[in-house]
């Protein structure tokens, strides 16, 4: 097996591993009321790296919250990067692939030029490399 062979499983691994539910975001979202109302209200968006970004100007408050929620994002990737054998970009790019393919209709996601698109019924535009 290659080395780009054992990769792309340890993804698929990791892919599968997130789709189990085991993601950090929906968790937050149940326990913290500011980061529900700022996804909903699209003030924060899904970005391709896996980390949680601001649409439009930032606020100290909003600043704060989407700090903390990727420091914690963050700190799940690496481990879990760690245990799937990937580099932590590989395991956040995965794991931002799949929490764009997660937004609801009206939330926020970052497309694949950097633009910050809107969610409709229609599935989400990824990257080419999504899995």
């Known amino acids: ?10 993804l698929g ?3 599968a591993a997130l789709a189990i539910g085991s993601f950090a975001a929906p968790a937050l979202a149940q326990r913290d009321p500011a980061y ?6 699209g003030t924060v968006g899904e970005k391709m790296d896996g980390y949680l970004g601001i649409v ?3 606020t100290p408050e909003l600043q704060a919250l989407v700090d ?12 879990r990067a760690q245990a799937e054998g990937a580099t932590l970009a590989e395991y956040s790019f995965t794991a931002g692939c799949l929490a764009i393919s997660r937004t609801s209709p009206g939330e926020m996601y ?4 950097g633009s910050w698109q809107r969610r409709t ?8 490399s999504c899995p």
């Open 1 to 10: 097996m290659t080395p780009l062979n054992i990769r792309r499983m340890a």
């Open 13 to 15: 691994s990791a892919l």
């Open 36 to 41: 529900a109302a700022a996804r909903a209200a």
């Open 56 to 58: 439009g100007a930032a």
């Open 68 to 79: 903390d929620i990727n420091i914690r994002r963050r700190a799940v990737y690496a481990e």
């Open 110 to 113: 970052q497309a694949p030029d």
């Open 121 to 128: 019924s229609a599935p989400p535009m990824r990257h080419s």
